[in-house]
């Protein structure tokens, strides 16, 4: 298989997966809907930094750890879980107050961190305590390294393209949820985006609690 057919078979898996909805496009979508487009695009770079370290342990053979380890791979699960959980459960209790105090909660919201740095850290952590994305890279990365080629340069290589496709994609969701931003930035509409994100990313967490 020749790294030309290798990068085209490979993109066409990860763009599968890229375009698949789940937590990286309810993060991401929520973000970018509530105007604070810096902090979005600072998720963005934090869900693809945690793709790149995950293609570079991979890619060194380190993430075969999580198949090898019971302990390891428990540890991080439990760490993902609590820390989605943690994070679902916030976006509820956000929009129960700002329903609870008529508007105070929302304004409350509003003072959340619009910087680059505290949407990539949070889209980085998303991203980083998730096993089974290191499940997933050690599942199917080695399997596009051609024979001879060399592993840790084709592992990055193939990587880059999954990040190329991530960030394409979240572009699209960037440009979409500004398109709807005005009807999404009322208040009842930004409850009620709150409530569905948050319960999508607290069962992602209760999901990866139960190990399913």
Known sequence: MTISTTL???ALVVGL?????GLDTALVLRTAAL?????????????????LVWGALTSLGVTALLTASQMAYE???????????????????DAWRGIRTDGTGEAQAL?????????????ALTNLLNPKVGVFYVAVLPQ?????????TTGLLLTCVHILLGLLWSMALIAFAQALRGWLQRPAARRALDRVTGTVIA?????LALGD
């Open 203 to 207: 069962g992602f967490g209760l999901k």
């Open 111 to 123: 003072k959340e961190a619009e910087t680059l740095y505290e949407g990539w850290r949070q889209g």
């Open 144 to 152: 596009f390294i051609p024979a001879g080629a060399p592993h840790f």
């Open 8 to 10: 085209w078979s490979f």
């Open 75 to 93: 540890i991080l699960r439990w760490a993902g879980a609590v820390y989605l959980l943690w994070m679902g459960a916030r976006m509820l209790i």
């Open 35 to 51: 105007g604070r487009r810096r902090r979005a695009w600072g998720v963005v770079l934090g869900i693809q930094t945690g793709i």
């Open 17 to 21: 997966l890229t375009l698949t909805p």
